[in-house]
């Protein structure tokens, strides 16, 4: 089975831009998770998504959103980008909850 | 309050000598708790998880963690260290809340060093 995928692998926005980061889930899991980990940092919880709604959020502003469609992926969207927002952002999936998540190799993101 | 501490940010051991890596958490709840490992330019790998079943967890790897509640610890230990375990280890603890949600916290993590 193929693992979580993430696209794009790389990216550099510029301030005050805005981005839509994806993720494919394995076949099977309806949770998907969201994380931000900066460099030297372990990774920060953003979101988790179960069947479609939300069901946990980080201490995060409301520049960022997400959501989960009916098969299941899932986008990150960040507002006015700022330089802070750099980071690797990190996709995991599960079949529910956020018992034994599976991650993706994650989406590096780069603010200048 | 969710909170983890993980004691030291560096460990170093000789190959084929105890590893010790050490986690505390908080927690308003009955945890989840689990250990990922992080190999360098790879993605996050779970170790083992503890999930209110027996509080000796064994992993993958030879690692095993024991769930102490009187301490609040957690830590992940290995009998033998081997060349490939040298990575980043990072403990985590998941609470769930009322009307289904749920929170994960990540350790700032531990970098082991295995010397040969």
């Known amino acids: 089975d193929a693992g979580v995928t993430q696209s794009p692998t790389h990216l550099i926005k510029t301030r005050g831009q805005h981005v839509t980061l994806r993720c494919s889930p394995i076949?099977?899991?309806?949770?998907v998770s969201w994380y931000q980990q900066v460099l030297g940092q372990g990774p920060q919880f953003i979101f988790q998504y179960y069947e479609k709604e939300e069901r946990g959020r980080g201490n995060f502003p409301d520049r960022f959103s997400a959501r989960q469609f009916p098969n299941y992926s899932s986008e990150l969207n960040v507002n006015a980008l700022l330089l802070g927002d750099s980071a690797l952002y990190l996709c995991?999936?599960?079949?529910?909850?956020?018992?034994?998540?599976?991650f993706g190799p994650g989406t590096r993101l780069t603010v200048t | 309050a969710q909170s983890v501490t993980q004691l030291d940010s560096h460990v170093s051991v000789s190959e084929g000598t105890p590893v010790l890596l050490r986690c505390n958490y908080s927690?308003?709840?009955?945890?989840?708790l689990f250990w990922y490992v992080q190999h360098p330019n790879k993605g996050l790998q779970l170790l083992l998880k503890?999930?209110?079943?027996?509080?000796l967890v064994k992993g993958i790897n030879g690692f095993e963690a024991e769930f102490k509640k009187s301490e609040t610890s957690f830590h992940l230990t290995k009998p033998s260290a081997h060349m490939s375990d040298a990575a980043e280890y990072f403990c985590v603890v998941s609470d769930r809340y009322s009307g289904g949600y749920q929170k994960v916290t990540f350790g700032t993590g531990t970098k082991l060093q295995v010397i040969p």
């Open positions: 076949s099977g899991h309806k949770s």
């Open positions: 503890y999930t209110s079943a027996a509080t």
């Open positions: 995991a999936s599960s079949r529910t909850g956020v018992h034994e998540q599976y």
């Open positions: 927690s308003s709840y009955s945890p989840s």
